[in-house]
């Protein structure tokens, strides 16, 4: 259901036509490109069917600074960071004006300063321009902290959908396990005083 009607997309170009992006997990960018490049690809500025570098890091900065991306045109993909990959993504998606764009788990490789910034583009992006992200992810703290609505699938199915400010972590926990938790890990009784020590650690960190 997309825009009030059902919807079957049945190619790449058919989404972007629909504006609907997305990014994937696994990030689908041209390394040796710079960002302007990456944004602009298939969308190419040519004069004379002459490339025309500076025309694209032109629309590049145009657009950066209208959506308030903090990302150099010139640098090439491969030498920026996760976090920053993932902005080309949504950067490259909003200059097809896209107004869906679905988030595959966008928070696993990221540090925590750099999920709060990606989670401050959503929200800004949501707000200032009505764009509607669908975030999949099993970081139920993200989920619960930044969606309107959590829909929950199992096994290929459709769980449930409500509010997410009627859900819990043991809720949604609950939903994607088919059971409570107690019951998959059920508490454990305490080992007599005199037991024997199997193992022991000190300082042991992450």
């Not at 059971?179 to 007599?192: D, G, H």
């Amino acid at each position: 259901m997309y825009d009030g009607d059902d919807t079957l997309v049945s190619s790449p170009r058919e989404a972007i036509e629909r504006g609907i992006a997305f990014v994937q997990q696994e990030l689908v960018l041209c390394q040796d490109l710079t960002v302007a490049e990456n944004i602009c690809l298939g969308r190419e500025n040519t004069t004379l069917g002459f490339l025309r570098d500076r025309g694209s890091l032109r629309e590049f900065n145009q657009l950066r600074y209208e959506l308030g991306f903090e990302l150099d045109g010139r640098a090439r993909v491969g030498s920026l960071s996760i976090a920053d990959q993932q902005q080309v993504e949504i950067l490259k998606a909003l200059s097809r004006n896209a107004r869906l764009i679905v988030l595959d788990e966008p928070t696993s490789s990221l540090t925590p300063t750099e999920i709060e910034h990606m989670h401050q583009i959503v929200k800004r992006l949501t707000r200032d321009r009505g764009t509607t992200f669908i975030y999949v992810s099993h970081f139920l703290d993200h989920i619960l902290s930044n969606c309107d609505a959590v829909t929950v699938l199992r096994n290929g199915k459709h769980v449930q959908t409500g509010p997410a400010i009627d859900e819990t972590h043991a809720s949604l926990a609950a939903a994607m396990l088919g059971r409570e938790l107690s019951e998959v890990f059920p508490p454990k009784k305490a080992p007599p005083p005199t037991s024997a020590v199997k193992l022991s650690t000190s300082g042991l960190t992450r």
